[in-house]
């Protein structure tokens, strides 16, 4: 970026959806590039920001501002809104929007619908963790999906995408229409032979990758022997997981210490144990190889999310929609484009 005052521009949600679809695979190695640099110290990763409502206590408004300082060097926020009861009207329980900044300048040259670029960072970093920790071969004899929202459809697209293979798709949730339909979706999308599972313990059956992407506040999987050695647990919503069954698992998170707050399950893990020591490391690390896992225990990836991920993903879905002419520029956005007129700066 340059010290030049620059272009404002507006994606709107309809172009990033296209630009998704067509670029999942590069989104996938977008987000394994932007957690190597994490690891590296190339980016920087604050806390997020929790607004919270008294009289909505389930709702939250969460800012989640970063940088990344390595090759490509910018900065952002992403001010992400969860909503649940929103569900009960048909709309969506998330709406976002995300700000991209220059490095040098910190002015703001863009500002996306994010909603999809959370859904799709979040499902690209699930796919990559079940590549990364799970089968070589991309093949798992069932796939079970627990919680049946657009977060798990969004996961379910880009598994596919990643030619995933399956025998048997098992969705469970609450809302029996909504895993009718997230079981239709993989039927049609790829083939799979997908049922609708009684209950939670059906749909774990046999599972060689479980997905968990309910909007839980507490623990519901409680019983020691749940999961079983060499089954993979994406633990997307975080808190479904008793301690008990953390402890006594391969633990692998997107960063240890964003992991470790807002009573997620490891952190859970962490005030009841008063230790950490159950946490083998970052899914970074074992893509690097600096850490290996014992394939006798079960293995959950419990990733935090991080806002670097929303500022690459949403970097490369500007750059994209700026080549294709999908970019909205305003103009005149910034009232002011030089500190002082020209005619000003001469000697009085």
């Given at each position: ?9 507006v994606i709107p949600g309809e ?221 997307i919503s975080l808190r479904d ?38 946490v083998n490391g970052t899914l ?65």
């Amino acid at each position: 970026m340059s010290h030049a005052m620059p272009l404002f521009s507006v994606i709107p949600g309809e172009s990033i959806n296209s630009l998704i679809q067509q670029n999942r695979g590069r989104i996938v190695d977008i987000v394994r590039t932007a957690y190597i640099e994490h690891e590296l110290g190339q980016t920087i990763n604050p806390d997020s920001y929790f607004l919270r409502f008294e009289d909505k206590p389930s709702s939250r408004i969460i800012a989640l501002p970063a940088a990344l300082t390595g090759d490509t060097r910018l900065s952002g926020i992403k001010w992400i809104a969860s909503y649940p009861e929103n569900i009960q009207h048909n709309l969506p329980r998330a709406s976002a929007t995300l700000i991209l900044n220059q490095y040098d300048t910190g002015y703001p040259y863009a500002c996306l619908e994010a909603s999809l670029i959370s859904a799709a960072r979040t499902a690209a970093s699930a796919a990559l963790a079940a590549s990364v920790l799970g089968s070589e071969q991309r093949h798992a004899r069932k796939i079970a999906v627990i919680g049946a929202g657009i977060i798990a459809r969004n996961i379910l697209e880009f598994l596919i995408d990643q030619d995933w293979r399956t025998e048997q798709l098992a969705v469970f949730d609450l809302n029996p229409q909504d895993a009718t339909r997230l079981a239709a979706h993989g039927h049609k999308l790829a083939g799979y032979h997908s049922v609708i599972s009684a209950s939670l313990q059906d749909a774990l059956e046999g599972a060689d990758l479980v997905i968990l992407a309910t909007t839980v506040a507490t623990p519901y999987i409680t019983e020691p022997d749940t999961f079983k050695p060499g089954q993979l647990v994406l633990n997307i919503s975080l808190r479904d997981i008793a301690p008990e069954i953390v402890m006594a698992a391969n633990n692998v998170v997107d960063d240890v210490e964003h992991c470790m707050k807002a009573n997620t399950s490891p952190h859970l893990a962490e005030q009841k144990y008063r230790t950490r020591s159950f946490v083998n490391g970052t899914l970074a690390q074992v893509i690097t190889g600096a850490i290996t896992l014992d394939r006798n225990k079960p293995t959950l990836f419990s990733p935090f999310g991080l806002g670097v991920l929303d500022l690459a993903v949403g970097h490369f879905v500007y750059e994209q929609a700026t080549a294709t002419g999908q970019a909205h520029q305003i103009p005149n956005f910034f009232a002011e484009t030089q500190r002082w007129a020209h005619e000003e700066t001469g000697n009085a």
